[in-house]
């Protein structure tokens, strides 16, 4: 039904100007232009008069009239502390002047989206609020403000009864006394006038508005601008002090708290063609968009129910529920204010979030469940925006936390209340209370007896329960303990249904410090026994949250000795800082799913799509005498972070972590993810790797590894024998990186490994530690190798009497150093501790980023020699003959230097192709000293040489141009 709405400004007039209403009202607005369109400019007195028109609108009394009421009050001083709000929008149309608009014709959107709050209320007959503008706190002349907002308010009262003249906000129904507000006595003109509480006025904090056409809603929503006018329903409300009456004359009873979610949350909208500003009253006309559904209890038994209803669930398979739509501006014209053109022909595109659920809490007068006697009626009010429902079922739970369903034939057409009602009435004594729901945390916590500090136990086998999620329920309640599925417990739920696990801030594990993931746990208690109770089943999707904007640490599910079931999808969020936990932080802005808990067998026969953290056994390897064992019959998509744990200590793999793919098992490793292996890993199911696959040296892998072909395999080595062997010659392993780790000092001899899978692309020398790793073995070709920092790799060689069998490495491709590389050799004879190379030939580029000490004979670079070491880890050339590029062609080389770099003596650079000195480079050609047969360091090229600055850049002599 319509309701009328008044605007109005209120210009500011100077200090030195009359303080009559007269000269007030008659002061104009200043405009001004900008790219979209005319801002009129607006003072502090800027107001929205809203009048009741017809009734079902906004709110209602306690006599069934349309009122203005804060959506939540001071019980003390009657303050409103969440004050009712409306929107104006305007739709880029200026009707007045043309040419002052951002749209010719009014479409789908609008520009703005101001926010107006509630303030008070005028006396009967009144439809423009006068202010007193020379008062030096806001002074209104013909009504009165909500307590604290101005000089002259309405007197909240918090004792007696609430008289029809009265606001009444909350019926006392069983001490006899009310909470409501009451116009304050005042003299002069509006002495025996009421107050109207059906017209209330409304103020925003703007300095400018657009003047043109304007659509009008509430409540208002800051989720929007530049864009549609979006409507929005609540999922969950809740309704208080409900009572089962008879009915009279035919009609069933209501009252204040009927209406309660109505008032609230009812969306309403309208259109106004024209809003000038400045001092000119506007009209807005609105209706309510949103429809109701009437759930009607009642029962013609002797007795009511002996367990009360306490949740009354509007629930749709196919999720017809909408609880945010964008609504067309122009469709909103259209209609005129005409409530019968109100519905969802107002809809622009498709509904932005919809549910299976509207769930109404609801409570009688004593704050239990309802239980209407005989030839009683309650109605349960619920808001619902329009729509069609083709499977509607009202689901009603008791105090036992068990559900009766009511099923509605037909398709139900919920249209806006100025249409109708939808009315579904329920005869209670027809119910039958069997079956386990869950709508939101609170009804999943009190089905799966997670209540409180209650210690969920395992159930018989014979007391088994199934519990059915209905819709999206989100876990994140951060007063409550960690929810514990123990053993009997089956949790399903069907398509689009889901838990959801919230990130948080809190420590809620027992004995730790610092940060924890918030758990949802799936395991069984310790006193489980297989042969009388049944394992936990999670057969029903799970959202696995990461931290988000604005929490720690992300959600983690915890699974052990239990089943996820063939028709749960897991999927695990990830977070752009989130990183695997470890010992020492025991947490992760990523989601996390765990397996982990020792001695104990899970199954997965369901989906996993992980984006955060999914790990097997303990992140803190604690040791044990049992693992941790994930059987896998379904499927994982890893597209981050997974990790098998080993347990105890490397060297004993009994109780490590172990994950087994079946046959019918998929594990598929996307792009840029990791999985890391360092327990046990048997694969005989199907999948591929498109990332990065870590061997640790403490793992077992076995099983078709062929599949993971395709990405990176990297496997750790940490000896020189079976684990290095098995690195190189593997027929099973598709490694693609051998890494060397952990141990330093070590040799690794390539003379016998010729033959090395030719899957292998690099050596990675990662011990740490500023250790050493050595190589050897006469001519080995490495396709590449990497040096990483704190890392120093050199080189063995054998002596055989007084004859050297020198060690010579060939790189097929890039030789990169990010830590250190020694070669030693040239004019030997003997070698120490039989270190010593003669020939390095990289037959790519050569790129030192930490240091190079090269003593060795001779070293060939392909194309680029690339020197960037800093001052205190200069590299340094002795002795060395050191090619660059092609010498047939005398092309193709460069040699670049960006850092520091001595050239001793004895040394020849030759380079076919350019030299450059970057502004940091430091290349010094040392004076000859000691013998006579010293010479200095010769530095030849065939192309062009480039510098920074020639002084800096070569202290002591430069390159020197090769003849033609």
Avoid at 752 to 776: D, L, M, P, R
Avoid at 829 to 850: A, P, Q, S
Wanted: proline share 3%; glycine share 10%.
């Amino acid at each position: 039904m319509k309701t009328k709405h008044l605007l109005f400004t209120a210009a500011m007039v100077s200090a030195l100007a009359a303080c009559t209403n007269d000269d007030f009202v008659s002061e104009s607005s200043n405009a001004i232009r900008d790219d979209k369109g005319l801002l009129v400019e607006l003072s502090e007195n800027f107001a929205i008069a809203a009048t009741k028109g017809d009734a079902e609108t906004r709110a209602y009394d306690q006599n069934g009239k349309f009122v203005w009421v804060p959506n939540a009050v001071n019980p003390t001083n009657g303050s409103a502390t969440a004050p009712a709000t409306l929107g104006l929008c305007w739709t880029g149309v200026n009707n007045t002047n043309p040419e002052y608009s951002a749209l010719q014709t009014t479409d789908y959107r609008v520009f703005t989206n101001y926010k107006f709050e509630h303030q008070g209320w005028l006396y009967d007959g009144e439809t423009l609020p006068k202010y007193d503008a020379c008062e030096s706190t806001p002074t209104i002349k013909n009504g009165q403000f909500i307590p604290g907002l101005g000089s002259k308010a309405a007197t909240w009262e918090t004792k007696g009864k609430a008289e029809d003249n009265d606001l009444l906000i909350t019926p006392e129904v069983t001490k006899g006394n009310d909470n409501f507000y009451r116009k304050t006595d005042v003299s002069g003109d509006f002495a025996n006038t009421k107050l109207n509480f059906g017209t209330g006025f409304f103020k925003s904090k703007l300095g400018t508005i657009y003047q043109g056409e304007y659509i009008v809603y509430f409540p208002y929503s800051d989720e929007f601008y530049n864009g549609p006018v979006q409507a929005v329903s609540p999922k969950t409300i809740s309704l208080t002090n409900l009572q089962g009456k008879p009915k009279e004359n035919g009609q069933v009873q209501h009252d204040l708290y009927t209406w309660a979610a109505m008032s609230k949350y009812a969306f309403s909208v309208g259109y106004t063609a024209n809003m000038d500003g400045g001092v000119d009253a506007q009209s807005f006309t609105t209706g309510i968009l949103s429809g109701g559904v009437v759930v009607r209890l009642t029962n013609s038994a002797e007795k009511g129910l002996e367990k009360p209803i306490n949740t009354i669930t509007l629930y749709s398979k196919n999720e017809q529920f909408i609880l945010k739509q964008n609504l067309s501006a122009a469709a909103i014209k259209a209609a005129n204010n005409k409530k019968a053109m109100y519905g969802e022909n107002f809809y622009y595109g498709e509904p932005t979030e919809t549910s299976k659920t509207i769930v109404a809490k609801v409570f009688n007068v004593e704050n239990k469940g309802l239980a209407p006697g005989k030839d009683n009626y309650v109605d349960v009010v619920i808001p619902v925006l329009p729509t069609k429902v083709d499977d509607l079922t009202v689901l009603m739970t008791n105090d036992a936390n068990l559900t009766a369903e009511y099923k509605v034939a037909g398709t139900t057409t919920i249209k806006s209340v100025g249409q109708g009602w939808t009315v579904v009435e329920v005869d209670t004594k027809n119910l039958t209370f069997d079956k386990v729901y869950a709508t939101d945390e609170a009804s999943f916590r009190a089905a799966t007896n997670n209540v409180g500090t209650s210690c969920n136990k395992d159930l018989a086998k014979a007391s088994s329960k199934t519990v059915r999620v209905l819709g999206q329920i989100e876990i994140s309640d951060p007063e409550q303990p960690a929810i514990a599925i123990r053993g009997g417990y089956t949790i399903v739920g069907e398509e689009g249904d889901a838990l959801i696990i919230k990130g948080g801030n809190k420590t809620n594990l027992a004995g730790q410090s610092g940060l924890t993931n918030p758990r949802f746990i799936v395991n069984p208690t310790s006193l489980f026994n297989a042969a009388t109770m049944n394992e936990p089943v999670l057969d029903c999707d799970v959202i696995v949250e990461s931290a988000g904007c604005c929490n720690a640490v992300g959600g983690r599910l915890v699974i052990g000795q239990a089943t996820v079931g063939k028709n749960a999808n897991i999927k695990v969020l990830g977070h752009e800082e989130g990183v695997v936990p470890t010992a020492a932080a025991h947490y992760t802005k990523d989601g996390w799913l765990s397996f982990d808990v020792e001695g104990k067998t899970s199954t997965v026969n369901g989906t996993i799509i992980n984006e955060g953290q999914v790990t097997f056994g303990r992140c803190d390897r604690r040791g044990t005498t049992a693992k941790a064992q994930t059987l896998l019959n379904g499927s994982i998509t890893n597209k981050k972070g997974m990790t098998i744990f080993y347990a105890g200590n490397q060297s004993n793999t009994e109780d490590d972590a172990k994950l087994a793919v079946s046959s019918t098992g998929a594990l598929n490793n996307e792009a840029n993810a990791e999985l890391t292996i360092e327990g046990e890993f048997f694969f005989d199911g199907t999948g591929y790797n498109k990332g990065t696959i870590y061997d640790r040296v403490s793992s077992q892998v076995t099983g078709k590894l062929s599949q993971f072909k395709g990405g990176e395999y990297i496997c750790d080595v940490n000896d020189p024998g079976k684990r290095f062997n098995d690195a190189l010659l593997s027929v099973y392993k598709p490694t693609t990186v051998v890494r060397f780790v952990e141990v330093g000092d070590k040799v690794y001899d390539f003379t016998n490994y010729a033959n090395a899978s030719e899957t292998i692309k690099k050596y990675i020398v990662a011990v740490g530690g500023n250790k050493t790793t050595y190589f050897k073995g006469t001519n080995i070709t490495l396709p590449a190798v990497e040096v990483e920092e704190n890392n120093t790799l050199n080189f063995k060689s054998d002596e055989k009497g007084t004859t050297i069998v020198w060690t010579n490495l060939t790189v097929d491709n890039d030789l990169v150093v990010n830590g250190k590389i020694v070669t030693e050799g040239a004019g030997l004879t003997t070698l120490t501790y039989n270190n010593g190379i003669k020939n390095l030939t990289v037959k790519n580029n050569f790129t030192v980023n930490g240091e190079a000490q090269l003593s060795n004979e001779t070293v060939n670079v392909s194309k680029t020699w690339y020197v960037a070491s800093k001052t205190a880890t200069k590299s340094v050339v002795t002795g060395t003959t050191v090619t660059v590029g092609d010498a047939t062609s005398k092309a193709g080389g460069l040699f670049d230097i960006e850092g520091v770099i001595d050239l001793g003596n004895n040394t020849d650079i030759l380079v076919y192709g350019d030299i450059n000195a970057g502004k940091d480079a430091v290349a010094t050609i040392l004076e000859a000293t000691g013998s006579a047969s010293n010479m200095p360091a010769s530095v030849t090229y065939s192309g062009k040489n480039t510098y920074s600055n020639i002084l800096t850049n070569w202290p002591k002599g430069g390159p020197s141009q090769m003849m033609e």
